[in-house]
């Protein structure tokens, strides 16, 4: 199983793609047009270990929401997510049993890495 949980107007998701070339064995999950599934998500938190670990907390609702200040459950992270796309770290990049979370340097560069194995 190949799958890229993306958002098509994110121009960090775009600029990743592109650099990672993927070939098209992979499922691209464009998650606006598309949200997110309680399936998806859990498996996404099967292979993350945790909801938190997935959660965008730069995204624009985190802060008008005032989350910042508050202590969220894992079932509240999961329930953020399933409402609103803005607040899935992305890109999610999944590939067989490893998962890559996110646009840091460290984290695409671990994935090219696994890619070119």
């Known amino acids: ?19 990672l070339n993927l070939d098209s064995s992979f499922v691209f999950r464009e998650i606006k047009s598309n949200p997110i599934t309680i ?6 938190h099967d292979l993350s ?3 938190e670990s997935i959660f965008n907390k730069r995204a624009k609702l985190f802060s008008e929401k005032k989350l910042k200040n508050i202590i969220l459950t894992e079932l509240e992270y999961k329930n ?22 996110g646009n840091s340097k460290k984290n695409v ?3 090219k890495k696994y890619l070119s194995e």
């Open 49 to 51: 270990k945790n909801y």
């Open 1 to 19: 199983m190949k799958i890229i949980f993306y958002l098509k107007t994110c121009n960090t998701c775009t600029r990743i793609i592109n650099e």
């Open 39 to 44: 399936k998806e998500i859990e498996m996404i």
């Open 109 to 111: 560069l671990e994935l």
């Open 80 to 101: 953020y997510i399933l409402e609103n796309y803005t607040f899935l770290k992305r890109p999610v990049i999944i590939i067989g049993d490893e998962i890559f979370i």
